[in-house]
């Protein structure tokens, strides 16, 4: 009899020991199990050299997102919005000769002021208004191609940035307009600058939220363009047509606009952020304007159309708009 109760005694205590066992491997924390913490973080750390971070992803989880591209917002010149980089066909096979051949242009992205440059911009920043067609929320005009340029270098000081243009040998050495100077470009600063034909032609067409359309935002260029049909022979307040489909205005119609580039044939092959010829295509040769004016007829006011200029002239009808990186 006391051996039946010795066994049944001992069978009770094997039973209870079972039972710790199984508490102690179900509730136990994992860390406890593995001193380096979770499975990702040990098998990062088992690797000789490296380290595992508190931010390392387990397997399978999705990279973070891009960052996001935004407007630029300047204390003078209003908003600059984002042309995210991509790449178009550049040219029209429909066009005139000087728009062939058609090729392929890929650009990183830049920002481009959502408005031409207006009087009360320009006067802002270089204490002069050149205008024929005078009014403060009207397209600057009658300023020299060397103007423009200056222009960009003021207000990127004005703003605290590094200017792009280093400009030698100005004529006159003050005042207004400015007729000869050497221009050099550094666009690796980021201060203000000119688009660049690329750009502006780009930007026009919608960049990568193209719709394909005739004109700047739409096939009925009476919604998004001053031209001759529509503007009594006068410029008009920017920004008061539709804008594109990036959010720019007056990209067809109401001035022309400088361009960074020396005019001159375009190449056939493909290009990646071109800038145009590296000096000047020789004598008399001319910078690049964009856009049509409220002067020319709606059929030349589509996209892809190009004009030039003497860089040292002046016209009624040209202005410009800026770009920064």
Not at 88 to 112: C, K, Q, R, Y
Not at 136 to 162: H, I, M
Not at 167 to 184: E, F
Request: aromatic residues 10%; glycine residues 10%; negative net charge.
């Amino acid at each position: 009899m006391g051996r039946v109760v010795l066994l049944r005694v001992q069978s009770i205590a094997g039973a209870l020991n079972l039972c710790l066992i199984l508490f102690w491997l179900f509730l136990l924390p994992t860390s406890c199990c593995n001193p380096s913490g979770s499975g990702v973080k040990s098998a990062a750390s088992s690797t000789p050299g490296t380290a595992a971070t508190e931010t390392d992803q387990p397997p399978g989880s999705a990279p973070p997102p891009p960052a996001q591209l935004s407007d630029l917002t300047s204390t003078t010149i209003g908003t600059l919005k984002v042309v995210a980089g991509g790449t178009f066909t550049m040219g029209s096979a429909i066009g005139w000769n000087d728009e062939l051949p058609t090729h392929s242009v890929t650009l990183a992205t830049f920002h481009l002021s959502a408005t031409e440059i207006t009087q009360a911009q320009y006067t802002a920043v270089t204490g002069n208004n050149p205008s024929y067609y005078t009014g403060t929320s009207r397209p600057v005009e009658q300023v020299t191609w060397y103007d423009a340029v200056e222009f960009c270098n003021k207000l990127s000081d004005r703003e605290g940035l590094t200017p792009v243009y280093t400009v030698t040998s100005r004529s006159p050495s003050a005042g207004y307009p400015i007729t000869s100077a050497t221009v050099t470009m550094n666009r690796a600063n980021n201060g203000y600058r000119l688009p660049t034909e690329a750009e502006r032609e780009f930007a026009a067409r919608g960049g990568n939220s193209t719709h394909g359309y005739i004109y700047a935002g739409s096939n009925t260029a009476s919604f998004v363009a001053w031209t001759a049909e529509n503007s009594i022979g006068t410029s008009h307040d920017v920004a008061t047509k539709i804008a594109n489909e990036l959010g720019i205005y007056d990209l067809s119609g109401n001035v022309w606009e400088w361009c960074w580039d020396w005019y001159d044939a375009y190449p056939s092959e493909a290009q990646t952020n071109p800038t145009g010829p590296d000096v000047a295509p020789g004598s008399g040769s001319l910078r690049i304007i964009r856009g049509e004016s409220f002067r020319n007829d709606t059929s030349c006011t589509y996209v892809s159309a190009r004009d030039a200029h003497g860089p040292d002239g002046s016209w009624s009808d040209v202005g410009f708009r800026v770009v920064r990186p």
